[in-house]
């Protein structure tokens, strides 16, 4: 039931844009992205519902196809403390939240 | 403040030993869950609970228990069936509905020796 998330890790330069995948092989009913610093907690970034709306704040925004059971996230402009694990979270059902295995996502100057 | 505690920290025990992993939250929350991560790896779902007194088998069961008596409280057992259970550990909870945010305790990281 875990979702696959695409690619596994990724170098950025600073400035420059990335575009991480989640994909899921049962129908979603949401998608969920977090961030997680090295030993830390993940920290929430957005929730998409089914319905295929793109959210978005600042640089970071994100898509949500209900019919291909997909959801990219876009990172844009990268900053430094865009770095961390990013990991997408699926709900097939209510309460039975599955997230994929993250993509590392390092930016340096 | 309203939020979600796992205790302890760190936490070291002996190969073939039971240890309980403590979670509490008071986010008045219906849905919890815990979630193991190894290194470099993603989060696993071990378990999860919708309400009270009552508790869903994730991926990775096996080797663990655990126990829903009060809505606040959710501790992980991972009993000396657990093959390899040397990890951090993640709790979270979240409200009923779908599409809610879930929100992260700060994690157990569990050493056997």
């Known amino acids: 039931q875990q979702p696959v998330q695409s690619p596994q890790a990724v170098i950025l330069r600073e400035g420059e844009d990335a575009v991480i995948n989640c994909s899921s092989s049962?129908?979603?009913?949401?998608v969920h992205w977090y961030r997680q610093k090295h030993g830390e907690a993940p920290v929430f970034l957005m929730i998409l519902l089914k319905g295929g709306e793109q959210k978005g704040h600042e640089k970071i925004s994100a898509s949500f196809n209900e019919k291909k059971q997909q959801s990219s996230l876009y990172l844009t402009a990268s900053q430094l403390s865009y770095s961390g694990t990013y990991f997408c979270g699926t709900e097939t059902g209510a309460n039975n939240l599955f997230f994929g295995t993250g993509t590392r996502l390092t930016v340096i100057p | 403040d309203g939020g979600i505690t796992q205790s302890p920290k760190y936490l070291f025990r002996k190969e073939g030993q039971n240890v309980t992993l403590s979670c509490e939250q008071n986010?008045?929350?219906?849905?919890m869950y815990w979630y193991r991560q190894d290194p470099g790896q993603g989060l696993r779902l071990i378990y999860y609970s919708q309400i009270v007194n009552d508790f869903q088998k994730g991926d990775i069961a096996e080797g663990y228990s655990v126990s829903r008596e009060k809505k606040e409280s959710f501790p992980l057992t991972v009993t000396s069936a657990q093959k390899n259970p040397t990890a951090f550990y993640l709790c979270a909870s979240s409200p009923t509905a779908w599409g809610a945010e879930a929100f992260f305790g700060q994690g157990t990281r569990l050493t056997v020796v």
């Open positions: 049962k129908a979603l009913y949401s």
């Open positions: 986010l008045n929350h219906d849905a």
